[in-house]
């Protein structure tokens, strides 16, 4: 039997630390790299080796996988000088999960290319629960032959793998998921603020809303949260949303694509972290649609 591949991980934050134990948890010898070196201290405790730089990980590992919060996040660990991109071994694949621009993914493509390494942009749906217990959809983008190499990867991570086309696919399919998850939550935000102000107990709203042609996974995994109004510990901080809507818009304006709904998802995504939500979970715009309602305090 072929020897496994080394995996390399670099990003250990909500999302890229369960991914890592999932990928210790099915045996492959695994490495990381966190800008923040604690959160890297229960998978060491499992057996994961630490690296000091980006660019020593990519000298372990045949396959590097990176979960990294922004797109400044993603230009520091590939292109910085003790970078993946520089020391990426030839034959490697970088497979980048985070969400991100497709032209950020064809030029780390290109910049791989030239060192003899694959990149694949493929950025994954679902949550922390759905990263905890490996059920992620991973939509890729890039060169086929390493998307197939990385099968066994994506299976220790992930319930399905999409592969969607050439580099940027993968990146484009996830701002098209997430400009739609974001328009529904606003949906949602707003009918329950005008349901509670005209006397609607939550609860109620949430009870027939989720029996009802308008149900939706998100619509069922957010009514706690908004109707209890706990919005900690968030799962995907509107921070992240507000970059995700950023990097949809930017797209859609580059491609004239008119997204009416999404800008103003958009916009009250931005409204929201503006007066001091944006470490919330992102179903937390309903926080602040009861508060311009009047059913709430700001
Ligand atoms: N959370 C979700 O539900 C979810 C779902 C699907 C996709 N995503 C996407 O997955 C990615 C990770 O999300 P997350 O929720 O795991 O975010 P997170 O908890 O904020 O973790 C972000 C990671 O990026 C690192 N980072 C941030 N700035 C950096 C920099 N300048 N240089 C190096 N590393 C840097 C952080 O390091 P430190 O530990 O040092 O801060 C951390 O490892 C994002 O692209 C997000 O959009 C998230």
Redesign the pocket.
């Known amino acids: 039997m072929a020897p496994r591949p080394t995996i390399g991980i670099?990003?250990?934050?909500?999302?890229?630390?369960p991914i890592a134990a999932n990928i210790l948890a099915a045996g492959f010898p695994t490495t990381v790299w966190?800008?923040?070196p604690d959160?890297a201290a229960a998978l060491l405790e499992h057996g994961a080796a630490w690296t000091d730089t980006?660019g020593d990980l990519a000298q372990t590992a045949d396959i590097v996988l990176t979960?990294?919060?922004?797109p400044?996040?993603?230009?520091?660990?590939y292109f910085a000088p003790d970078g993946l991109i520089a020391h990426a071994r030839p034959g490697a694949i970088l497979v980048d999960?985070?969400?991100?621009s497709p032209d950020m993914a064809r030029r780390i493509a290109d910049a791989a290319q030239e060192g003899g390494a694959a990149f694949l942009d493929a950025?994954?749906?679902?949550?922390?629960p759905?990263?905890t217990s490996g059920q992620?959809g991973i939509m890729a983008g890039g060169d086929r032959a390493a998307f197939d190499r990385c099968a066994e990867v994506f299976s220790a991570i992930g319930k399905a793998a999409y592969y969607l086309g050439p580099s940027g696919s993968g990146a484009t399919m996830?701002l098209v998921a997430?400009g739609i998850l974001a328009v529904l939550v606003q949906a949602v935000a707003e009918g329950v603020a005008l349901g509670e102000k005209a006397g609607l107990a939550t609860e109620d709203i949430f009870t027939v809303l989720n029996a009802s042609s308008a149900a939706a996974p998100v619509v069922a995994a957010k009514a706690t949260a908004i109707a209890d109004r706990a919005y900690l510990p968030?799962?995907?901080?509107l921070?992240?949303?507000q970059?995700?809507l950023w990097l949809v818009l930017s797209l859609a304006n580059e491609l004239q694509a008119p997204m009416p709904a999404t800008s103003v998802a958009h916009d009250m995504v931005l409204a929201a972290n503006a007066t001091g939500k944006s470490a919330l979970d992102f179903s937390a715009v309903a926080l602040l649609m009861e508060e311009l309602a009047g059913t709430r305090e700001p």
Do not use: C, H, Q
């Not at 979960?67 to 922004?70: N, Q, T, V």
């Not at 400044?72 to 660990?77: D, G, I, L, N, P």
């Not at 999960?97 to 991100?100: E, F, I, K, N, R």
């Not at 950025?123 to 922390?128: D, T």
């Open positions: 670099a990003g250990l934050g909500r999302m890229g630390a966190n800008r923040t959160k980006p979960s990294l919060a922004d400044a996040a993603v230009e520091r660990v999960l985070s969400t991100g950025p994954v749906a679902g949550s922390i759905a990263a992620l996830k997430n968030a799962t995907f901080t921070g992240l949303m970059k995700d």
